[in-house]
């Protein structure tokens, strides 16, 4: 068995979201009494994909998403796309030597000439990012409990491995639909709309002009929310004038705290007495007062946001192997996590870390509950709940019809339902083995 762990890789996929939590229930039982996350992963790592579990569970946690995501599903990264549009172009060998020397967008500009112009450019993109399947790692971040997605791919796959575990999705600015589990916000434009793909260095420099209700999302999403980035290398130009623009929103921010804390030392006095000191409560809108913007609000969330961390910090980003000088750049507003420290590490192993990392980060971040009172899962529960659920069972038994009838019981129906609920039928309970048989559950194993 412990040959099996180190050899190969094992995909149990589930229908029900419900079974899908508690097999990682069991999952992380298996996996602490071995020892097994601590082998792969370490303390350090392990620590950080507690805290950004603990952002997800609650609410605060979005997604940034480079085309590193897409690279275990085949798809070029910047660089070969690149390179491959060159030889649909049929440039020279000495020419597209050059053009790997140069800028992205620079060498796209060229490419885009010597193709014919943009429309014949922006096709040959969208023909070489079509995806009908989806990266493990891709997978993975999909089934975080994370309802907001930013990114610069133009493929599809995230929406695509999002519906694939059963959520609906809204493409902006392209598809936005009501009543979406989450939404995810295309950058860079879209295979579907290969007319708005951005790449060139002209695109860059009109983006701010002709997009600036993207670039406010994002802005909002980075003083608001805590951002996860994944397979992105932070170069990109668009993306550096938002974070410039977030860092003097939060540097008024802590301005403003700071005259506050100031004057709060201070006291007025008017006809000999001695008044309250005047205190601006940024730290805490909402909080006691009624009349205060609640803390949905965009500008509660940048107030509670800096407030709570102190820092100028607006997110974390995950990559593969330690960068010095990125850290030195980006340390200042983001959490940087390597997946390998040593320089000379293999990209594979580290891609590999970081796979396994998200891996660990959805065990800690799953929220659904849906097997509590579910008789299927009896011989998942430990003692605790076991008692928990009995005491559940119990308190619904005493329920009269009348209460039943109140406005009131519809939430707490809600609540119970939610927790796997279904009328108080148990017939029957379900052992792990038929656990895994009625759930048609299935291994892909990988070298």
């Known amino acids: 068995m412990t040959l099996l762990f180190e050899m190969k890789d094992i995909a149990l996929v589930t229908i029900r979201r419900s079974t899908f939590a508690a097999i990682q229930l069991e999952r992380n039982r298996f996996a602490q009494e071995q020892r097994i996350w601590e082998e792969a992963l370490g303390e350090s790592l392990r620590s950080e994909a507690h805290r950004l579990a603990s952002l997800a569970r609650e609410g605060k946690l979005v997604l940034f998403l480079g085309s590193g995501v897409s690279a275990g599903a085949g798809l070029p990264t910047w660089r070969q796309l690149l390179l491959q549009l060159a030889q649909v172009a049929q440039m020279p060998e000495e020419e597209m030597a050059l053009i790997d020397k140069m800028s992205f967008l620079d060498s796209a500009r060229v490419i885009e000439m010597r193709l014919g112009g943009w429309k014949n450019l922006s096709h040959a993109i969208a023909t070489r990012v079509q995806v009908s399947t989806y990266s493990l790692l891709c997978g993975l971040l999909a089934g975080l409990p994370v309802h907001e997605i930013v990114t610069t791919n133009y493929n599809q796959m995230f929406e695509l491995s999002s519906r694939g575990v059963g959520l609906n999705v809204s493409v902006l600015p392209y598809y936005p639909i009501e009543n979406c589990d989450r939404w995810i916000l295309k950058m860079h434009g879209c ?158 192993q580290a891609a590999r870390r970081l796979e396994i990392f998200v891996d660990y980060l959805l065990s800690l971040a799953t929220t659904t509950t849906a097997f509590l009172l579910n008789p299927q899962y009896d011989g998942l529960l430990d003692d605790n709940q076991r008692s928990l659920r009995d005491s559940l069972e119990s308190f619904v038994e005493k329920i009269s019809e009348g209460a039943r009838k109140a406005p009131e019981w519809a939430i707490c129906e809600g609540f119970l339902s939610e927790l796997g609920w279904k009328g108080g039928n148990r017939e029957g309970s379900t052992t792990l083995e038929d656990f895994a048989a009625e759930n048609h559950g299935f291994c892909k194993s990988r070298a």
């Open 191 to 348: 295979v579907t709309h290969p007319e708005d793909i951005v790449l060139t260095r002209e695109h860059y420099m009109r983006y701010q002009s002709t997009r600036s209700a993207l670039s406010g999302i994002v802005q909002s999403l980075l003083i608001t929310r805590h951002m996860l980035f994944v397979g992105f290398s932070l170069q990109d130009d668009n993306f550096h004038r938002i974070a410039d623009e977030v860092r003097r929103s939060l540097r008024t921010i802590s301005e403003t705290e700071s005259a506050a804390a100031s004057s709060s030392s201070q006291t007025y006095t008017s006809g000999g007495h001695q008044e309250a000191p005047i205190v601006a409560n940024l730290a805490s809108p909402g909080i006691g007062d009624s009349n205060r913007p609640s803390e949905s609000s965009s500008t509660a969330g940048l107030q509670l946001n800096y407030s709570a961390s102190h820092s100028m910090r607006f997110g974390t980003q995950l990559y593969l192997i330690s960068e010095p000088v990125t850290e030195i750049l980006w340390k200042q507003d983001l959490n940087l996590v390597a997946m390998e420290k040593r320089a000379n590490s293999s990209p594979a």
